[in-house]
């Protein structure tokens, strides 16, 4: 007879207001920022609001002793090299063809580190959601961050490839609206494709899932 463990989560609600965030500071204010300062006053000063915001949600987590998302550091960090390169040739072309290529960069990641005991996937889940160390430690979970991995390779590498597309032929506004609807449109279906192997692979390791349940209390 086959042993059942149950393991505890936040709602839906909770997780998708705590994932939406992360996005929100990490990505859509940023490029917002941009494009509005972009528009209005000049490249240079849509180049520092965007990174100033990053830096600034950093600052006031270390100063408020709150995580800094993994998500959040690999974004600033590579908006740093994107303010740098686009100060120094005053060219919007290249601010926006290095995220696009940083696409294939966080494919790689994902591909170089699915064999191993943690993979980089598992930790920016982390971000999106608090596993309890019986879950995230338990060898199924393991193997399954492995394997999607290789699917969120895939799906970061057809990002590049579309953006690279849509950079050589659009404006920058319409960059920036179909880019981002599209790329996150192949997110959305990769997160739904990924909850559907989650939950199927907790079901095979005889893993019970309850969603917005609060143990009791001892």
């Given at each position: 007879?086959?042993?059942?463990?149950?393991?505890?989560?936040p709602?839906?609600?909770?997780l998708?207001?705590?994932?939406?965030?992360?996005?929100?500071?990490s990505?859509?204010?940023p490029?917002?920022?941009f494009?509005?300062?972009?528009t209005?006053?000049?490249?240079?000063?849509?180049?520092?609001?965007?990174l100033?915001?990053?830096?600034?949600?950093?600052?006031?987590?270390?100063?408020?002793?709150?995580?800094?998302?993994?998500?959040l550091?690999?974004?600033?960090?590579?908006?740093?090299?994107?303010?740098?390169?686009?100060?120094?040739?005053g060219?919007v072309?290249?601010?926006?063809?290095?995220?696009?290529?940083q696409?294939?960069?966080?494919?790689?990641?994902?591909?170089?580190?699915?064999?191993?005991?943690?993979?980089?996937?598992?930790?920016?889940?982390?971000?999106?959601?608090?596993?309890?160390?019986?879950?995230?430690?338990?060898?199924?979970?393991?193997?399954?961050?492995?394997?999607?991995?290789?699917?969120?390779?895939?799906?970061?590498?057809?990002?590049?490839?579309?953006?690279?597309?849509?950079l050589?032929?659009?404006?920058?506004?319409?960059?920036?609206?179909?880019?981002?609807?599209?790329?996150?449109?192949l997110?959305?279906?990769?997160?739904?494709?990924?909850?559907?192997?989650?939950?199927?692979?907790?079901?095979?390791?005889?893993?019970?899932?309850?969603?917005?349940?609060?143990?009791?209390?001892?």
């Amino acid at each position: 007879m086959r042993h059942h463990v149950t393991i505890d989560l936040p709602s839906l609600r909770v997780l998708a207001w705590g994932g939406g965030r992360h996005l929100l500071e990490s990505t859509l204010v940023p490029a917002g920022l941009f494009y509005l300062l972009l528009t209005v006053v000049s490249f240079d000063s849509g180049l520092f609001a965007a990174l100033g915001w990053s830096v600034t949600v950093i600052v006031c987590r270390l100063v408020l002793r709150k995580p800094v998302p993994a998500v959040l550091l690999l974004t600033t960090t590579l908006l740093v090299a994107r303010t740098v390169l686009g100060l120094v040739t005053g060219s919007v072309f290249l601010y926006f063809l290095q995220p696009t290529l940083q696409n294939f960069l966080v494919s790689s990641l994902f591909l170089i580190s699915a064999p191993l005991n943690r993979p980089f996937l598992a930790r920016l889940a982390g971000d999106f959601c608090a596993f309890p160390a019986t879950l995230s430690g338990h060898p199924g979970m393991k193997r399954f961050f492995q394997r999607v991995s290789l699917l969120w390779a895939l799906v970061f590498a057809i990002n590049g490839a579309g953006t690279l597309v849509m950079l050589a032929k659009a404006t920058v506004g319409n960059f920036l609206m179909v880019s981002t609807a599209g790329s996150y449109t192949l997110v959305g279906l990769a997160i739904v494709l990924s909850l559907y192997w989650f939950r199927r692979s907790l079901r095979d390791q005889g893993i019970v899932l309850r969603m917005g349940h609060t143990p009791a209390a001892a």
